[in-house]
T-cell receptor, first 114, second 112 residues
Framework: AQSVSQHNHHVILSEAASLELGCNYS??????LFWYVQYPGQHLQLLLK??????LVKGIKGFEAEFIKSKFSFNLRKPSVQWSDTAEYFC????????????FGSGTRLQVQP | NAGVMQNPRHLVRRRGQEARLRCSPM?????VYWYRQLPEEGLKFMVY????????ESGMPKERFSAEFPKEGPSILRIQQVVRGDSAAYFC??????????FGPGTRLTVL
């Protein structure tokens, strides 16, 4: 069975600080990897995804993530956060073949202070 | 192109009542997924449907919960005889294929 771990439950940063949110998954086969963001009071939005190819993936709003297969990791990064990045961030995986439902991590709540 | 629609956005039920949650997928999307988010937890998969078929219900509780996605109309998640532990946010996602999923705003169910 797949599982996803997000080790940082709550992160507080000042504006312009750099961000890295950890995500590790457990699954032996081919996976697709996702980061979703949930702004306060809003629904989940896709930030970026990795299916294959270049392991460094660029998403919307200046976010990027790097897939490191040997570490089963897909960490999210942003060089300089803004107050508007305050939200909850979810890492998710699904199997590259067969069952396509997403398995989510428990989320990381990011608070950016002005 | 409207996004995934869910209604109601908020639903309050007393213990023992039935809850019916609706999800209208994006136009052209034939795959629907339901997820449940308990307080302070991530989303947990419940069921995956295509038109008129349940493909994967491995995340669905065996009793009181059912889902359908008829040929016409929205997908329905039905919870019979609700209990306090059913209080959660229920999210629907739709997809045109087996890859991207677009999420709706969710229905927040409160059981008194």
């Amino acid at each position: 069975a797949q599982s996803v771990s997000q080790h940082n439950h709550h992160v507080i940063l000042s504006e312009a600080a750099s961000l890295e949110l950890g995500c590790n998954y457990s699954y032996g086969g081919t996976v697709n990897l996702f980061w979703y963001v949930q702004y306060p009071g809003q629904h989940l939005q896709l930030l970026l995804k990795y299916f294959s190819g270049d392991p460094l993936v660029k998403g919307i709003k200046g976010f990027e993530a790097e897939f490191i297969k040997s570490k089963f990791s897909f960490n999210l990064r942003k060089p300089s956060v803004q107050w508007s990045d305050t939200a909850e961030y979810f890492c998710a995986v699904n199997a590259g073949t067969g069952r396509r439902a997403l398995t989510f991590g428990s989320g990381t709540r990011l608070q950016v202070q002005p | 192109n409207a996004g995934v629609m869910q209604n109601p956005r908020h639903l309050v039920r007393r213990r023992g009542q039935e809850a019916r949650l609706r999800c209208s997928p994006m136009k052209g999307h034939s795959h629907v997924y339901w997820y449940r988010q308990l307080p302070e937890e991530g989303l947990k998969f419940m069921v995956y449907l295509q038109k008129e078929n349940i493909i994967d219900e491995s995340g669905m509780p065996k009793e009181r919960f059912s889902a359908e996605f008829p040929k016409e109309g929205p997908s329905i998640l039905r919870i019979q005889q609700v209990v306090r532990g059913d209080s959660a946010a229920y999210f629907c996602a739709s997809s045109p294929s087996l890859q991207d999923a677009f999420f709706g705003p969710g229905t927040r169910l409160t059981v008194l």
